[in-house]
Nanobody, 120 residues
Framework: VQLQASGGGLVQPGGSLRLSCAAS????????MGWYRQAPGKQRELVATIASGGSTNYADSVKGRFTISRDNAKNTVYLQMNGLKPEDTAVYYCNADLKRSPLGGRRDYWGQGTLVTVSS
């Protein structure tokens, strides 16, 4: 199983970016998917998660600015980021909680990370 993230880049404060992350490989079912981020010198933190049924959860710091969504047919999760601030600068990692077979256990998989830099 691989998670391929894309969409990062350099953006000015107040700007927008859309991150995508597609899961591929031998997948039976994907439960929750999410985005986490890690700023230089800081621990990785949760940004947003979305359950298979569509319920969402956001960090307080991004509520009202970021929107997480998913396309179950494409095994893809998105993060629309609006009103970006310099403190949003970080490497963003996608995550998927999935099963590879009907009898297999659930496991977390991580993407390679995509850098988001918010600067003027």
């Amino acid at each position: 199983v691989q998670l391929q993230a894309s969409g990062g880049g350099l953006v000015q404060p107040g700007g927008s970016l859309r991150l995508s992350c597609a899961a591929s490989g031998s997948i039976f079912v994907i439960n929750a998917m999410g985005w986490y981020r890690q700023a230089p010198g800081k621990q990785r933190e949760l940004v947003a998660t979305i359950a298979s049924g569509g319920s969402t959860n956001y960090a307080d710091s991004v509520k009202g600015r970021f929107t997480i969504s998913r396309d179950n047919a494409k095994n893809t999760v998105y993060l629309q980021m609006n009103g970006l601030k310099p403190e949003d600068t970080a490497v963003y990692y996608c995550n998927a909680d999935l099963k590879r077979s009907p009898l297999g256990g659930r496991r977390d998989y991580w993407g390679q990370g995509t850098l988001v830099t918010v600067s003027s």
